[in-house]
């Protein structure tokens, strides 16, 4: 698994950059009441997303939150005095504080199911009675895009899927959540090139192939072996949920 203070400083780069971001803040707006005042990025990395979401809708107050160092300082950059370092299965917020929580690629990340069910609880538990939680959900699934470089990946070792949308819709539920939207954007900027994914690989971004191991290395040659090394594939497109708090709760 990727060390998230080792990526902070070329994860932007390597992931779209600002268009990406502005894709995914216009997506999560758009299932947002318009009326919102305070808003929680939870799992906010480096507040790219957090900063393009902060600037789209003028006089929402943005907090964003990351447990990775090297992230949150770089989100702390973009976002001066709003980004606290915290766990997202502990947030350090009162309960019913915010109008809005997000939690843009973040589930996929769980250690455990049960890992995965304590941060949507967590999220449902600061929302205020009304308002509205937006995560992305099967993240993995939306980077199969019917490419040369899916083919060559199908047989790889599959691990669990932390994010999967009815998994999260039933922790939502759970929480006392009901559902208030869906929605999906192109991840812009993403596209693997066969010497990227390679690069990927490497560096421990499948977590079922470590660095170093014997198949990892297999499949970096079968991904040498394709055309066009450097050339994008079709950009993933990422799934949103949004689930509301009921009024009176």
């Known amino acids: 698994m990727l060390d998230y203070d080792e990526e902070a400083e070329r994860y932007d780069a390597s ?21 919102i005042r305070d808003l929680l990025d939870v799992g906010c990395g ?6 393009r979401i902060a600037g789209r809708r003028p006089g929402l107050r943005v907090t964003g939150v990351d447990l990775a160092a090297g992230m949150a300082r770089r989100a702390a950059a973009r976002l001066p005095g ?16 915010f109008d809005a ?11 455990s199911a049960e890992d995965a069910r304590a941060v949507v609880a967590e999220c449902a ?80 971004w499948f977590m079922t192939l470590p660095p170093g191991d014997p198949l990892a290395e297999d499949f970096a040659a079968r991904l040498a072996a394709l055309p066009d090394q450097d050339r994008p594939r079709p950009d993933p497109v990422f799934t949103l949920r949004a689930f509301r708090r009921p009024a009176g709760t």
Request: charged content about 30%; aromatic content about 4%.
């Open 46 to 51: 480096t507040g790219i997303v957090t900063r």
């Open 101 to 111: 929580v997000t939690s843009v690629w973040l589930l996929h990340l769980a250690p």
């Open 125 to 204: 538990r600061v929302l205020r009675p009304g308002g509205v939680y937006v995560t992305t959900v099967d993240k993995g699934a939306s980077h199969n895009v019917g490419s040369d470089i899916d083919a060559v990946l199908a047989s790889r070792p599959r691990g669990p899927v932390r994010d999967a949308e009815d998994a999260v819709a039933g922790y939502a539920a759970e929480a006392g959540l009901v559902p208030a939207g869906r929605d999906r954007f192109r991840g812009r900027g993403q596209g693997r090139s066969p010497r990227r994914t390679i690069a990927d690989l490497r560096r421990g």
């Open 82 to 97: 709003a980004v606290v370092r915290a766990d997202s299965r502990r947030l350090p917020f009162p309960d019913a504080r």
């Open 15 to 35: 992931r779209g950059g600002e268009p990406r971001a502005d894709a995914a803040a216009r997506a999560v707006l758009g299932l947002l009441p318009p009326d």
